[in-house]
């Protein structure tokens, strides 16, 4: 069994920063891709910044330049650093991650995590 939790979420101001966390925990895993999605409110939900094999890093066009993603492979974890925050980047943001399940026969799962509120407001 795997799980994902995501968290960091809370009240920033504009122009302010934050860090989301989205972390994997289990046994007999392997993450190959963990993923950063947002959905504000009235809209679509939509990727933000990817993580894949190989330490390839993808964002969404409008977001490059403020936020980046990175990963701390040891901890299952990948992190979302947040800057200059805007009141356009609230939103509920959700991690989702394909990981490799190392069992008798090995198969790939996807997963989302709780989703974790952003608010950027003064």
């Known amino acids: 069994q795997v799980q994902l939790v995501g968290s960091g979420g809370g009240l920033v101001q504009p122009g302010g920063s934050l860090r989301l966390s989205c972390a994997a925990s289990?046994?007999?895993?392997?993450?190959?891709?963990m993923v950063w999605y947002r959905q504000a409110p009235g809209k679509e939900r939509e990727l933000v910044a990817t993580?894949?094999?190989?330490?390839?890093?993808n964002y969404a066009d409008s977001l490059k330049g403020r936020f980046t993603i990175s990963r701390d492979a040891a901890k299952n974890t990948v992190y979302l650093q947040m800057n200059s925050l805007n009141p356009e980047d609230t939103a509920v943001y959700y991690c989702?991650?394909?990981?490799?399940?190392?069992?008798?026969?090995?198969?790939?799962?996807?997963?989302w995590g709780q989703g974790t509120l952003v608010t950027v407001s003064s």
């Open positions: 989702w991650a394909r990981v490799l399940l190392l069992t008798t026969v090995f198969r790939n799962v996807e997963l």
């Open positions: 993580f894949t094999t190989g330490d390839r890093t």
């Open positions: 289990g046994s007999r895993f392997s993450p190959n891709a």
